[in-house]
């Protein structure tokens, strides 16, 4: 029996948006994801878009697992290629969806017909078809409101298709859609599934991350680099950015009040983020702040941080739980990397009383009597830039 794999995605994004550029940039999205798997025809047409395998070694499970993480879909299946008869669509139908068939208590058919050369119209395909289901699996009945199981019969220009399951796609917008942000992407928890939340909404993600040698390792940056390649499996390509951040955090050590530590160092560190943000095109930074979860992170810190930026800070995570934070993460399986314990730059020199109301002026004044722009210029010239693809 030959299958393919159907895609669909949601009308009401596409009311929002020009829809034929959304479509091939999903179609796009979707073909990179599957390149190394083999040859696909791809056709789109009334929010669908077909992929039919043409090789015949394809592991449709494969396909499935990977489009399912592709951003702007809102459901899949898998389904059977029949010939336009009528005949060949119920033995079909009776093959390839008896399993859930054999084990439902209620089912419908629905029909969709866009070739109206076809004999029959759609309300006569569901009716025939119904019937001899119904004969055929006597634990059936029909509930055209809620069934369990609902058998799909497509009429296409060349083919038919028959399909019973729905499988719940990523959702979200085509990732690129929205254009290009940068993430400032800790080893920690939150900022992975910050950029995953932006990557819903179509951002296409470059990240960045700071490492301060000798205090942290080079096995702290490598788990970082892990996490860059487990988010291109839904993000695409991502730009990784890695900046030497020791001598500006000696720097603030040396000539800061330490209960402002963290705060200057996480406005040096926008500041940074800035221009490489504005070399790469990115025009919005994300970082994984919640309000309250730490120090650094209460509203009067991040308006102080905020205070430097030119160009918006997107924090997905703001007004969320941890609890809530490290589901997504499992789901999107960084949690245990993210857990790995390498200390990251943030932890180096952290005051033993940090400020939690810190005042901008303040701020602002223990900043300035130090100058770190030739420190920001070196450690942005010193920044050494890799990409990351899909691991698979
Ligand atoms: P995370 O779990 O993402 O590390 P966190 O709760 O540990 O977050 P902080 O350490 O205060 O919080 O960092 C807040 C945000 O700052 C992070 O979510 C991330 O966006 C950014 N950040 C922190 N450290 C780094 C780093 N070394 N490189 C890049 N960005 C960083
Ligand atoms: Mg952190």
């Known amino acids: 029996m030959k299958e393919i794999v159907l895609v669909k995605y949601g009308e009401m994004v596409l009311k929002g948006l020009n829809k034929k550029s959304f479509e091939d940039m999903l179609t796009k999205n979707i073909k990179r994801r599957l390149k190394r798997l083999g040859h696909f025809q791809m056709t789109s047409a009334q929010s669908t878009t077909y992929i ?3 090789d015949d070694d394809i ?3 494969e396909v499935v697992e990977r489009v399912g993480k592709v951003f702007g879909i809102a459901a899949l299946c898998r ?4 010939e336009k008869d009528f005949a060949d669509i119920t033995e079909k139908a009776i093959d390839y969806c008896g399993g859930v068939l054999g084990s439902a208590k209620t089912f419908k058919v ?3 017909r866009s070739d109206k050369a076809f004999p029959m119209k759609s ?4 009716a025939e078809l119904g019937g001899v289901l119904l004969e055929k699996f006597p634990n059936l009945t029909v509930d055209v409101k809620e069934p369990e199981v609902t058998v799909t019969v497509e009429i296409r220009d060349t083919n038919a298709y028959v399909h019973a399951e729905n499988i719940k796609g990523a959702g979200g917008l085509p ?5 290009k942000a940068l993430l400032l992407l800790s080893g920690g928890i939150d900022s992975p599934v910050a950029g995953w939340m932006m990557a819903k909404r179509g951002v296409h993600i470059a990240a960045i991350h700071y490492v301060s040698p000798p205090y942290t390792s080079d096995r702290a940056q490598l788990k970082v680099e892990q996490l860059c390649e487990k988010l291109t499996d839904w993000c695409g390509g991502i730009a990784f950015y890695c900046v030497p951040f ?3 955090q000696e720097a603030i050590k040396d000539n800061c009040p330490e209960e402002f530590f963290t705060i200057i160092m996480r406005r040096l560190m926008m500041e940074i983020a800035q221009r490489i943000a504005e070399k790469d095109n990115c025009l919005a930074l994300i970082t994984g702040e919640s309000v309250g979860q730490v120090a650094s992170q209460t509203m009067a810190a991040i308006g102080c941080t905020d205070a430097v930026c030119r160009i918006p800070v997107l924090r997905p995570l703001v007004g969320m739980d941890k609890t809530e934070i490290i589901e997504i993460s499992r789901k999107i399986d960084t949690f245990e990397t993210s857990t790995l314990p390498y200390e990251d730059c943030c932890t180096v020199f952290t005051p033993r009383h940090p400020k939690v109301r810190p005042r901008l002026e303040d701020i602002e004044k223990a900043q300035n009597s130090f100058d770190f722009e030739p420190l920001i210029q070196k450690a942005v010239e010193g920044t050494e830039m890799k990409t990351f693809n899909y691991s698979k």
């Open 52 to 54: 039919t395998p043409l």
């Open 59 to 61: 592991d449709l499970d």
């Open 79 to 82: 389904a059977c290629v029949c």
């Open 110 to 112: 629905a029909a969709k």
């Open 123 to 126: 309300p006569e395909i569901c």
């Open 175 to 179: 990732v690129g859609s929205s254009g």
């Open 246 to 248: 020791t001598e500006i």
